[in-house]
Each structure stands twice: as structure tokens, then as C-alpha cells.
């Protein structure tokens, strides 16, 4: 990666496809759009190239040679929070649930347009830089209970233990967490932390919902039926 001397270095894209039309026209369209692509084309090599290259974003497709995206998605996101785009070939639940789970912030259903695949993308870096830069004016590290935030370094710790989280998961339990016990409905938390539209997708909220419990305990977080979601506190 050389970076031109003077300008701000580019964001970087790195998408993970083996149908080599699909990854090149998505390559090509996310280049015009600015970004630095690279393209990995098996599981394997997604994780390699995501080490060395340190990606902005992944786009990555669920069907791979080597190990699938689901592998590829839970190891770079082990390795440091990325947020990742996952490709499904059809619109599969269970395929779309266990990627939410496994870290992925958004979907798109194949076949796709480009120019929808190109706003998903700007939508996602939108989200991840607004919320880094709030991070950087709201230092507080907040506390409830055994359970401890802190933004600046958007590290979290329960009973003193490290929780490794994704973007979206840190997001979604900041704004949990900075109104403790009040119930946020489903759709208010699609607007504040993904920057939807209301009424589409709120099975994402629950996915990451199931992401926050299965990494921080099954307490935590209390399903208010038909509505949303609260932030429990035992102090
Ligand atoms: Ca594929």
C-alpha cells in the first residue's frame, strides 16, 4: 500500500469473493467511489490479506473455497474490530443470523446492484467514523455494576474481564447502557446506531442483541416483548 505524500490516506476495502465477475465489478465499483480494493478469493487468504493490509471495511461473501465467510468473519474480527459487509447468495435466515452473530454489521442478498452495494458501504464507514469520533468527545468510561465501558479506548470489561466486541456491538451497548433500565424499542435503535430508515431490518437488532448476551452473559440485557430492549444493572 503506498500512500501519496500530502493527501489523507485512502480507506481501505478489501473484498472476499470467488466468483471472479462479482468481485471484480465490486472491485471496480468501490474504486471509482475512492477507496483502495484489494481482492482475496478463498477463506485462507481473506485472513492473511486482512492482517497485512489492516482493511477500513471487509465485503465479504459467505460461500468460499477454504474455510466460508462465517470462518473468515469470526477470525479478522478476533484479530481487531472491522466492520464487514457480508454477501449472502440467497436471502437465507439462518445463514444471516449466524453472520450477525458472528460479527458481521450489515447484509446484502444476491443479486445486488452495485450503486445499492456502493451507499451500504459509505452507510457503514459513515457509522463506524461518526461513532469513533463521539467516542473521542465523550471519554467518560462508564460504569454499572460489574460491567465497565470505556469509550475513549472502546474496550469493554465484565467482573474484570476483557469483552472482546465488534463496532456495532460496542455501539449498540454504549447507547444501551447510557440509559440504564429504560426500554429502547427495536426501531429506535436501528435509527441511532445503524442510521436506518424505521420499519426495515429489525432482526438485525435482535442478532446483535444475541451477539451482546452470548459475550457478556445472558443477564444483561432484558427482552421487553414487542417492543426493545433494556439495559439491566445488579449493582
Ligand atoms: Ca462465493
Known amino acids: 500500500m503506498s500512500e501519496r505524500i500530502g493527501q489523507p490516506a485512502e480507506r481501505r476495502v478489501l ?112 457509522r463506524v467514523e461518526r461513532a469513533a469520533a463521539f467516542a473521542h468527545e465523550d471519554q467518560r468510561t462508564i460504569r454499572l455494576g460489574d460491567l465497565e465501558i470505556n469509550q475513549a479506548e472502546r474496550r469493554v470489561r465484565r467482573n474484570g474481564i476483557e469483552v472482546h466486541l465488534t463496532p456495532t456491538e460496542f455501539d449498540l451497548l454504549v447507547h444501551l447502557a447510557s440509559r440504564p433500565r429504560a426500554v429502547l424499542p427495536r426501531e429506535r435503535l436501528l435509527a441511532e446506531v445503524w442510521g436506518w430508515p424505521e420499519g426495515c431490518g429489525t432482526r438485525t437488532v435482535d442478532s446483535h442483541i444475541k451477539g451482546l448476551r452470548r459475550k457478556l452473559g445472558a443477564d444483561l440485557i432484558r427482552t421487553v416483548h414487542g417492543v426493545g430492549y433494556a439495559l439491566e444493572v445488579r449493582q
Open 15 to 126: 473484498v472476499v469473493e470467488d466468483e471472479r465477475t462479482i468481485a471484480e465489478s465490486v472491485a471496480a465499483r468501490l474504486r471509482t467511489e475512492g477507496f483502495a480494493v484489494e481482492i482475496a478469493r478463498d477463506g485462507p487468504t481473506a485472513v492473511s490479506m486482512a492482517e497485512r493490509i489492516r482493511p477500513d471495511l471487509v465485503v465479504l461473501d459467505i460461500m468460499l473455497p477454504g474455510f466460508d465467510g462465517l470462518e473468515v468473519c469470526r477470525r479478522i474480527q478476533a484479530e481487531r474490530p472491522v466492520p464487514v459487509l457480508m454477501l449472502t447468495a440467497r436471502d437465507d435466515e439462518t445463514d444471516l443470523l449466524v453472520g450477525l452473530a458472528v460479527g458481521a454489521d450489515d447484509y446484502l442478498t444476491k443479486p445486488f446492484s452495485l450503486r445499492e452495494l456502493a451507499a451500504r458501504v459509505h452507510a457503514l464507514l459513515r
